[in-house]
């Protein structure tokens, strides 16, 4: 054959022959030869390009894994009534897939045709490959409600839980789901809207008790006002939107660029890979790549699926459930770099010394195609000498690079000295119908180090190219301690013998060097929680006021635009900068920078808030049963009207109300935040042990209620009953009289 072959034609001799895919297998097949090779070049390209092949080193086969959230078309009942359903982007090698369906009790009716979302999971040693559960069937984007379910001689209504919203939906007989009277329930709209009466609602699940641990987070949401549905328009953009080709990109997809993520993570916006340098002049050097989901290319500027992203400003995290800035479609398939699906990326490639001094870096727009999805743990039990199955094949080329690497930036760290405040994550497990069954401290392995690093570098690239090329984008800013606030954090470090440099610019290092003073003593807890309370809140902004905390004069979030819209600000502000294409910023966003860095601010400080409180009612459930228990705790607030201990086995914040802390008046000294007893002299201060009874923890609220029985383990000392006639103004002035001498005491015998 002479003629050059057609599209079609390549796609069934690859399908026929799979073990002969090399561009020289194909073209000999044809009878191709001379400079008829480069049309036959164009053509494979072509099909790459359209998603139909994927070049992998020299061959070229089919893709052939589904996304974990993938686009379905239903099948019509089988015999025995199972329902199946057959991937609309299936481009592989081998048979289709068969996808077995499980729906839901509370799921709609599917028939036939139907095209849906579904969450994939892949079984073995059964007659079909994967089984899929449904997130929504497309086209439709019911809304969704919350309240309490009041029912009625034929179904019942739904009266709303939000603040001020007094529309009520009913729910017809067939369509209760056997929600109880008093229920709190989920439910989503029914049938088209009416004019007339109320709207219909289908319960699609039950709740049980308001003040149950499952109704926490749902609850959080509407009492914080984060978003959590997509209007219509927005999901009939993401449904009409294809995967990420390779025309105008990079072929990264022979690159083994790893994910490395939280055991349970459903997205993954980074991957990495790093090898030694080749470069003789950079002996004991690497090189770092780190690609990061090409959202940009899936959210445009100006259209409703940006303007719904800009509004949440980030995703939301709760322990049983996560309100995402970008639908399932996106956020979970086609923007979510999952192990062996080609995926659009942006990536870095950073160039460091052998002590992790970045010497140059680049930026690409490329397509990849992850080798592995890892978590942390399995991580680094394979470093540790402990590999799986997974991680074994790829110790060797993959990983202990990746470990090199991570080791020379160490040393770059400690040069600079970023602020050293440990900070434990703290961990909620749920049983499966939503009580939390135990609370942990997540360990922090080198694993987490090492992609933190990492990150961090790419972040510090980013700002520094946008700088270069004079581009606006939004930095992300930290800065230092107020006057005021470092005042205080030297008289504490004073009164507890050590000392906090004054006179000079602070840098990172004198409080590290505060908190190394401090390591080891009975002080220890006293000057971190006192460092961490002077510091300011960090936030976005278009103009660089530099990062405190990471001592670092530029930096900018990149790494994580599926779940933050800042980083997709300077995802844009790259291919614009880079000239990639028309999705970059636009002028409209350039204008409102300021807005919208201020717009994002706030919403992850609501996002932060409504976390804390669901945390706070999570742990209030967890402890209610252990109500009467003692505890150990520390003292990890002071006011006047009580102390807040830290609780060392959950990490929960319980009240010490003045009631229950002794049978004295307490005296409270704002300025060096302490409570003094007015007859003992006793004083109580930030840092201290606490022995501590729980009295009382409501789930509804989120508080915990406690009574302070011994201090550093040491007994209470009993107090004498307040005389009558003896005014609280008297005691006070008494205790700060006694204050005065007592610090002046401590500060003699310490110096």
């Known amino acids: 054959m002479n003629r050059i072959p057609t599209k079609a034609e390549v796609l069934d001799w690859i399908s026929a022959n799979p073990t002969l ?41 089919d893709p052939d894994r589904l996304p974990p959230v993938s686009v379905l078309q239903m099948l019509p ?24 369906v499980i729906p839901r009790a509370s799921d709609p009716a599917l028939g036939g045709g139907d095209r849906i979302l579904a969450r994939l999971t892949l079984v073995k040693d059964q007659d079909y490959h994967y089984e899929a559960r449904l997130i929504r069937r497309i086209g439709t984007n019911p809304r969704r409600m919350l ?17 001020g919203s007094d529309k009520q939906w009913q729910v017809a007989g067939d369509a209760t789901h056997g929600a109880k009277d008093g229920e709190l ?11 007339i009466g109320l709207p219909r609602a289908r319960i699609v699940a039950r709740l049980g008790d308001p003040s149950a641990p499952r109704a926490v987070s749902l609850i959080a949401i509407h009492e914080h006002g984060i978003p959590d549905h997509f209007p219509d328009e927005v999901i009939a953009e993401v449904d009409a939107q294809k995967p990420a080709g390779l025309k105008g990109r990079e072929d990264l997809r022979d690159m083994p660029l790893i994910t490395i993520d939280p055991w349970d993570a459903r997205d993954h916006d980074d991957a990495c890979y790093a090898h030694a340098d080749e470069d003789p002049k950079n002996e004991g050097g690497h090189i770092i790549w780190v690609a990061i989901a090409d959202v940009a290319s899936a959210v445009k500027p100006g259209t409703a699926l940006d303007r719904e992203a800009r509004k949440r400003g980030n995703s939301t995290y709760f322990p049983d459930r996560v309100v995402p800035m970008l639908p399932d479609r996106l956020s979970g398939d086609l923007c979510s770099l999952h192990e062996g699906v080609p995926r659009a990326c942006i990536a870095v490639r ?24 890892l978590n942390y743990e399995e991580v680094q039990a394979a470093i540790d000498g402990h590999p799986n199955d997974r991680t074994s094949p790829l110790l060797e080329p993959v990983l202990q690079p990746l470990y090199a690497a991570w080791t020379a930036l160490v040393a770059a760290r400690n040069e600079r000295q970023p602020l050293e405040l440990d900070l ?13 069954s135990s609370v942990a401290f997540k360990d922090r392995l080198d694993a987490h180090r090492l992609i933190e690093e990492f990150m961090v570098l790419a972040n510090v690239a980013a700002a520094e190219t946008l700088l270069a090329k004079k581009s606006p984008l939004l930095f992300r800013v930290h800065e230092e301690p107020s006057p005021d606030k470092l005042d205080a954090l030297r008289e504490t470090a004073s009164a507890a013998g050590l000392t906090l440099a004054k006179g000079q610019v602070l840098k990172t290092a004198h409080l590290n060097r505060l908190l190394a003073q401090a390591a080891g003593t009975e002080d220890a807890e006293l000057i971190h929680i006192s460092t961490l309370r002077s510091m300011t809140q960090a936030y976005y902004s278009p103009q660089n006021f530099g990062h405190f905390g990471l001592a670092l004069k530029n930096y900018a979030h990149f790494t994580s635009p599926i779940r933050r819209y800042s980083d997709l600000i300077v995802h844009r502000a790259l291919v614009s900068a880079h000239g990639w294409g028309k999705d970059g910023l636009s002028p409209d966003e350039v204008e409102r920078l300021e807005q919208t860095a201020k717009h994002i601010s706030d919403t992850e400080r609501r996002s932060m808030t409504a ?37 060392d086995d959950s990490g929960a914040d319980g009240l010490v109300p003045m009631r229950a802390i002794g049978s004295e008046y307490f005296h409270f000294d704002r300025d060096d935040n302490t409570l003094m007893g007015s007859d003992t002299g006793l004083v109580i201060r930030l840092g201290q042990r606490a022995t501590v009874r729980l009295a009382e923890a409501v789930p509804v609220t989120g508080g915990i209620a406690l009574e302070l029985l011994a201090l550093d383990g040491k007994s209470l000392p009993k107090g004498r009953s307040s005389p009558a006639g003896r ?4 005691k006070a002035a008494k205790a700060k009289r006694h204050g005065d001498k007592v610090k002046r005491k401590v500060k003699r015998s310490r110096r």
């Open 21 to 61: 895919t090399a561009k020289r297998d194909i073209a000999k097949a044809f009878g191709i030869k001379g400079a008829a090779r480069i049309d036959l070049k164009r053509i494979l390209r072509e099909l790459e390009d359209e998603g139909h092949l994927e070049k992998r080193k020299k061959t070229y086969q």
């Open 77 to 100: 009942p089988d015999a025995d009534g199972d329902l199946f359903a057959s991937p609309m982007e299936w481009q592989g090698t081998g048979v289709e897939p068969k996808i077995l």
């Open 147 to 163: 309240g309490i379910f009041r029912k009625g001689d034929e179904g019942g209504r739904i009266v709303p839980i939000e603040k």
């Open 185 to 195: 329930v989920e439910a989503e709209q029914a049938g088209p809207k009416s004019r």
């Open 350 to 373: 950073m160039q460091i010394d052998a002590k992790g001094r970045k010497l140059s870096h680049s930026f690409h727009r490329g397509l990849m195609r992850s080798p592995a999805s």
């Open 424 to 436: 434990p994550e703290r961990q909620i497990i749920l049983e499966e119908d939503g009580t939390v």
């Open 611 to 647: 976390e804390r409180d669901t945390t706070d009612r999570y742990l209030a459930a967890y402890l209610s049963e252990r109500v009467g228990d003692e505890m150990e705790g520390r003292v990890a607030g002071i006011a006047k009207f009580g102390i807040f201990v830290k609780l």
């Open 727 to 730: 005014s609280p103004r008297r």
